[in-house]
């Protein structure tokens, strides 16, 4: 594999994260606007209040889909993350249940139609799914657009177990 080559990095684990927990960590003003959504967007890169280059055009993305999603910050403190080269970086999404085939079908438009991605773009994203039974399950996805189909299918799987 020569040095420019993309690696892939496809990873499914158990998360501790819960929908319930965002809620109750979640300032007050935040916690008002998510407690009724179904896909929320987490900040980036372990932080607070930080977020992707382009995550409020995913944001509409999603609602004009018809998926009631919001991001986890109040307007004040919210702040992006301008990182460089042509990856695309999607971000974190906390998905329920309920909206899994609706959200894969949408994330999947909004990279080939949306940013028109090519087969051989790299994309990194992060699907935090919520299990009927409350529980949840991490698929992180580092690799190429063509093949991100494998974390969609994860994501899928995940929501059809529980």
Known sequence: MGILEIQEKFEIEDSDLSFDQLVREAPDEVAA???????????SHG????????????LDFLNEEGLDADIYVNDEEYK??????????????????????????????????????????KVSVKFVVEKKNGESCAVSYDGKVDDIGKAIDAVKRISDES
């Not at 932080?47 to 995913?58: I, P, R």
């Not at 993350?81 to 894969?104: E, M, Q, R, S």
Request: proline residues 3%; hydrophobic residues 40%; glycine residues 8%.
């Open 80 to 121: 992006e993350l301008g990182l460089h080269g042509a990856d695309i970086w999607l971000g974190t999404y906390f998905v329920k249940n309920f909206v899994v085939p609706v959200f894969c079908s949408v994330i999947g438009a909004y990279l080939y139609e949306k940013l028109k991605a090519k087969k051989d773009d």
């Open 33 to 43: 606007t998510i407690n009724e959504k179904s896909v929320i967007i987490l900040p």
């Open 47 to 58: 932080t607070e209040s930080a977020f992707y280059t382009g995550t409020l055009d995913t």
